[in-house]
Structures are given as C-alpha cells and as structure tokens.
C-alpha cells in the first residue's frame, strides 16, 4: 500500500517561496499510469486542486496558479516536491500529498510576517 508524508517548513513570509516535499513509499512514483497530486485547504475553505506529476514525469497545474506554481520529482528519492513562489497570506492551508485514493496526513503552511 501506497504511503505518503509531506515535510517541509510550517512558516513562510508573504513574497517568499513556499517549498514541501513529498516522501512515497510502499510504491515508485515511476509506475506507469500513476499520478501525484498536490491539493490544499485553507482555514475555513473547502479542498482545492493545485497540480500533479505524472509517472512519466508529465507536470499539469490548476490554471488559477500556474503563474506560480512548480511541481517536479526526484526519483532516486521516491519523493515529489512543490514550489509556490511569492506566497501571499491566502496561500496559508494544509498541504496534501497523493495519489488515487492514498494521502499523506498533511502539513499546516501559514503565511505570515
């Protein structure tokens, strides 16, 4: 079965860039057909879709963020990372990781002076 765990820094200043990684394991981000998803919800708000990569390494982006959005892989680390450049305070969320029906626990990122 497919695990997954975000890390990566809780606090980021607005203008900056936020940068979580995606750890999988129990599967290869490489098999054929699967796809990794980032999607996020901020306080109060339901979830929304930001991007993926695919197995073959095929990147897709929410157009609301593709402006500032970058999703790319490592594949020696089994792990997917997400780039969000010149965050503002509405970028503040939980951050999920997955794949099909497999997700990670989440990550609280706030954005904030």
């Known amino acids: 079965q497919v695990q997954l765990q975000e890390s990566g820094p809780g606090l980021v200043k607005p203008s900056q860039t936020l940068s979580l990684t995606c750890t999988v394991s129990?599967?290869?981000?490489?098999?054929?057909?699967?796809?990794w998803t980032w999607i996020r919800q901020p306080p109060g708000k339901g979830l929304e879709w930001m991007g993926g990569?695919?197995?073959?390494?095929?990147?897709y982006y929410s157009p609301s963020l593709k402006s500032h959005i970058s999703i790319s892989r490592d594949t020696s680390k089994n792990q997917f990372s997400l780039q969000l450049t010149s965050v503002t305070p509405e970028d503040t969320a939980v951050y999920y990781c997955?794949?099909?029906?497999?997700w990670g626990q989440g990550t609280q990122v706030t954005v904030s002076s």
């Open positions: 990569i695919g197995y073959d390494g095929s990147t």
């Open positions: 997955g794949t099909g029906g497999s």
């Open positions: 129990g599967g290869s981000i490489t098999t054929s057909y699967f796809y």
